[in-house]
Structure formats: structure tokens, C-alpha cells
């Protein structure tokens, strides 16, 4: 108990989160000039910029101040005939927008307006032979198709619908001797496939096939002096890795394997504290993207004043439980 209001009482004194500036600021970029030209090289990841932002938004407490009907309309005018989501309307279907599609649709409430065998059978049509997923009809495969087609199908209840052994089997596939995991089989360990490949064995009940304390080891290496957590070893320590490796630190049990302390500093230190926004590194460029990752990362960090958060379905607990408790 000691040890929690010890922490509680340094995250407040480390500099406060500046909650009211980080909604700020995203509401300012979902509001940002359609011609402005980071509204034009993110136009084709709307659907994903709008997961990032409301998320950030409910982790904050702030979802009441967006149109839910207006965000429910734009979404469905971006599902393609084949049941997938575009990034934005007339764009080509990817898994990646259609699991920010329902993503957003959950948050907000609104999943009965999908058809939810339509959106199911898009994604159980990019299953693979050997289990694998592919991102579209282009057919790439990467085992973050993986997890975006499990959290997909979870979330919509149609896990059934797909070959869960197979699945399981191509991501263990992927598995490497370091313990960590890579986008194909052979694949170099990246903290971001590694949560992939974790959160969908935590999605399918499979988390028993992981060697913990391996892969515990190759995550806590992660966090560098600083206090930051890298991708990959020897690389810079960068905010939205507060997410990949700290979620998959959550899942396989070893999260006390890292100084909370010191990431917890390190996250606030990349707050841009006058316009709002998180950015990767201190004194980088904010987005939207590290702003999302860098409060998700804090609620996992448990900060005081941050909704919790689901390491594995990336979602507030509270949206999750009314998805699978009806509650
Ligand atoms: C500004 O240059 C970029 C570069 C790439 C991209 S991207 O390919 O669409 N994408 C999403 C992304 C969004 C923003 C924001 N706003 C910023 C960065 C960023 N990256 C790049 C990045 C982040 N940390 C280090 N790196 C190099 C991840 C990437 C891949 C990704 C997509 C979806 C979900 C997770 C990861 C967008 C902008
Ligand atoms: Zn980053």
C-alpha cells in the first residue's frame, strides 16, 4: 500500500499530465483544415487517426465532447462493399482501418449499426492456408494481421469463424530463439510485432506457449537510461513504445521487471505542455499517434486522473466489460 501512494504521490509532484491541453489539441486536429497539409498526408489514415484521438479522449475522461452521430456516420460511408473499412471514404478496404472501425464504434456505443457478418466475413476472407492473415486483397502478410483480425473478431463475437488453431500456430511460427517475435517467420524480434503476436495469444487463451521469463527478459532490456523504452535493441527510447513493449510486459506477467517511475517521467517529459500533444522524444514534433501512446502507456502505468485501459484489446476496461459482461 506504502509502495502505491509513495508512487501515486511522484507522479503528481514529476510535473502534472496536462490533460486539458492534450484534448485541446485533439480536438484541434480533428477539427484541422481538410487542405492543411498534415490533414492531406493523413487523409488516408483518418480511420486510424480517429481511433488514436477518441481513445486518447475517453482515457481522459473527454468522449462526451464529440458528436457521436456524426463520427457513426462518416465510419459506415467508409465500409467498402466488401464488408472492410477504408482509411477514409472512397479509399481502398485494409483490416488495419476495418479494426479501427470497430474499434471507434465500441467506444462510442454504436456496434449495432454494423453488420457484423458482413464486417466478419471480409476478415475471415484474408485468413491464409497456413493460418496466416493478409492486410487486403494485395495479400501481404505480417503478424500484426494477426492480432487485428483476432482483436477484430473478438470484439464482434465471430472468433468462431476462423481457424483459431491455425492462427495460433502461424503466430508461434514467428516465435524467435530471443524469445520475442517478427512480422513473418525468420522475422527479426520488434517490440510492435511483439505485441501483435502477444496480445493475440492473450485474445485466444494461448498466452501458456510463451516463454515468459525469455521474453520478459528481451522487453525489460527495452528500457534504456533515460527511462524510456526502445523498439529494438541499441535504438533511441521513443513514447509509443511505452505501449508495445508495456502492454506485452502486462500480459506475460513481468511488468515489475521495469522502472515505472523513470517511464512515467519520461512520458510527461515528451508533453508539449503549452499547445498540447505528445510527442515521440522530448522536444520532437507531437502527433497524434504519441499522444494516444503516450497517455495509453500511462494507464497502464496506472497515473492517477487516466481511465484503465485493456493491454490486449486497446481499449478503455470499461468498454471492453460492457462489450463481454453486456454490462
Ligand atoms: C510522420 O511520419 C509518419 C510515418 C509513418 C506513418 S504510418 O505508417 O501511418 N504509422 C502511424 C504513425 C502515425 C503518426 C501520426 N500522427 C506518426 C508516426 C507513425 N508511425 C511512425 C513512427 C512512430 N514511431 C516511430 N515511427 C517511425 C507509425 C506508422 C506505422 C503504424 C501504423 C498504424 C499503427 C501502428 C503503427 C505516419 C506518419
Ligand atoms: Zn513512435
Known amino acids: ?44 489514415l483518418t480511420m486510424n487517426g480517429a481511433y488514436w484521438g477518441l481513445t486518447t479522449l475517453d482515457l481522459l475522461g473527454k468522449l462526451d465532447v464529440v458528436d457521436s452521430e456524426e463520427i457513426t456516420e462518416w465510419i459506415i460511408q467508409c465500409q467498402h462493399e466488401s464488408g472492410g473499412f477504408a482509411g477514409n471514404i472512397g479509399h481502398d478496404p485494409h483490416i488495419l482501418y ?14 449495432n449499426v454494423l453488420d457484423v457478418d458482413k464486417v466478419s466475413n471480409y476478415i475471415v476472407g484474408l485468413q491464409n492456408e497456413d493460418g496466416s492473415f493478409s492486410g487486403d486483397m494485395w495479400g501481404e502478410v505480417d503478424t500484426r494481421f494477426s492480432y487485428i483480425a483476432l482483436c477484430c473478431l473478438s470484439l464482434l463475437h465471430r472468433l468462431d469463424k476462423i481457424n483459431m488453431e491455425k492462427a495460433v500456430n502461424y503466430i508461434l511460427s514467428c516465435k524467435n530463439v530471443d524469445g520475442g517475435f517478427g512480422c513473418i517467420p525468420g522475422g527479426e524480434s520488434h517490440a510492435g510485432q511483439i505485441f501483435c503476436c ?44 511505452s505501449w508495445w513493449v508495456l502492454s506485452s510486459l502486462i500480459m506475460i506477467d513481468r511488468v515489475h521487471w521495469i522502472n515505472k517511475e523513470k517511464l512515467v517521467k519520461f512520458i510527461l517529459n515528451c508533453q508539449d505542455k503549452d499547445n498540447g500533444g505528445i510527442s515521440d522524444r522530448p522536444d520532437d514534433a507531437v502527433d497524434v499517434f ?3 501512446f503516450g497517455v495509453a502507456g500511462l494507464s497502464l502505468l496506472e497515473y492517477p486522473g487516466v481511465k484503465a485501459i485493456d493491454p490486449a484489446y486497446a481499449l478503455p476496461v470499461d468498454v471492453v466489460n460492457r462489450i463481454f459482461l453486456g454490462r
Open 1 to 44: 500500500m506504502y509502495c502505491d501512494c509513495k508512487l501515486i504521490i511522484l507522479m503528481l509532484q514529476m510535473g502534472e499530465l496536462a490533460v486539458d491541453k492534450h484534448v485541446k489539441y485533439i480536438l484541434s486536429v480533428q477539427k484541422k483544415r481538410k487542405d492543411s497539409f498534415e490533414a492531406v498526408v493523413m487523409e488516408h
Open 198 to 241: 502477444v496480445g493475440a495469444l492473450a485474445i485466444t487463451g494461448s498466452l501458456h506457449l510463451v516463454d515468459k521469463d525469455l521474453l520478459g527478459w528481451w522487453l525489460c532490456e527495452r528500457q534504456v537510461k533515460s527511462g524510456g523504452l526502445n523498439g529494438r535493441p541499441e535504438k533511441l527510447p521513443d513514447v509509443c513504445y
Open 98 to 111: 476495418t479494426l479501427s472501425a470497430v474499434q471507434v464504434l465500441a467506444l462510442l456505443d454504436k456496434l
Open 290 to 292: 504519441h499522444t494516444y
